[in-house]
């Protein structure tokens, strides 16, 4: 069975600019998380996708978006990136929503902004 | 205040130690992830526990619901061991999770 795969892997954008990362779960799987992981916050909570309806965010400004379509694949997109936005996101896909189901967590996208 | 504190930081090890990592957290949970992330960024899920104590190979992960603690013990530490383990408390009033800053620990051969 494949795993959680993220694309793009590495990502360079400009101050201002947008970005959309993608990541498609593991087969069968409905949810997906959204993580954000920097060095000095660590790792950070975006928001959960279950059945293409958004069932959780975190604490971070309205820039950060996200969407899950049908066959569950979810997409975040960061509007007018900062330089603090330079970060590892990270998506994990569970089976269903609810804390009990284990994560399982994609290889992550690096995003640098310049 | 952290919800999620983890002890140690870092921490260096002889092949063969014994190794515990310690989470204390300060919110209600439905559930405790220990993850494992190697150089790179790779994040493996080792363990969720809800209660009582959970085994898997030389890794074992106890979880104290009244004293909101858990606990991840390595047996027979390995350099392949070596990798930062973070504590994850999914929160019960919404699916959240709040994070330990994670704990970095080396191996020496």
């Known amino acids: 069975k494949a795993g959680v795969t993220q694309t793009p892997r590495y990502l360079i954008k400009t101050r201002g600019q947008q970005v959309t990362l993608s990541c498609s779960p593991i087969?069968?799987?409905?949810?997906v998380s959204w993580y954000q992981q920097t060095p000095g916050q660590g790792l950070q909570f975006l928001f959960e996708?279950?059945?293409?309806?958004?069932?959780n965010k975190g604490n971070f400004p309205g820039r950060f978006s996200g969407r899950q379509f049908s066959n569950s694949r979810s997409e975040m997109n960061v509007s007018t990136l900062e330089l603090g936005d330079s970060a590892l996101y990270l998506c994990?896909?569970?089976?269903?929503?609810?804390?009990?189901?284990?994560?399982?967590f994609g290889p992550g996208t690096r995003l640098t902004v310049t | 205040k952290n919800e999620v504190e983890q002890s140690p930081q870092n921490l260096t090890a002889q092949e063969g130690e014994f190794i515990t990592i310690n989470c204390s957290y300060s919110?209600?949970?439905?559930?405790l992830h220990w993850l494992q992330q190697h150089p790179g960024g790779g994040i493996v899920s080792l363990f969720m526990?809800?209660?009582g104590k959970k085994k898997h190979g030389r890794l074992i992960a106890t979880i104290n619901i009244q004293e909101k603690h858990s606990s991840l013990h390595i047996t027979a530490s390995h350099p392949r061991d070596s990798a930062v383990y973070i504590c994850?408390?999914?929160?019960?009033?919404?699916?959240?999770?709040?994070f330990g800053t994670g704990t970095s620990l080396t191996v020496i051969p």
């Open positions: 994990a896909s569970s089976l269903a929503t609810g804390e009990v189901y284990e994560q399982y």
């Open positions: 087969s069968g799987h409905r949810s």
């Open positions: 996708y279950f059945s293409e309806t958004q069932r």
């Open positions: 919110v209600g949970i439905s559930a």
């Open positions: 526990l809800s209660s």
């Open positions: 994850a408390a999914a929160s019960n009033t919404g699916n959240q999770f709040y």
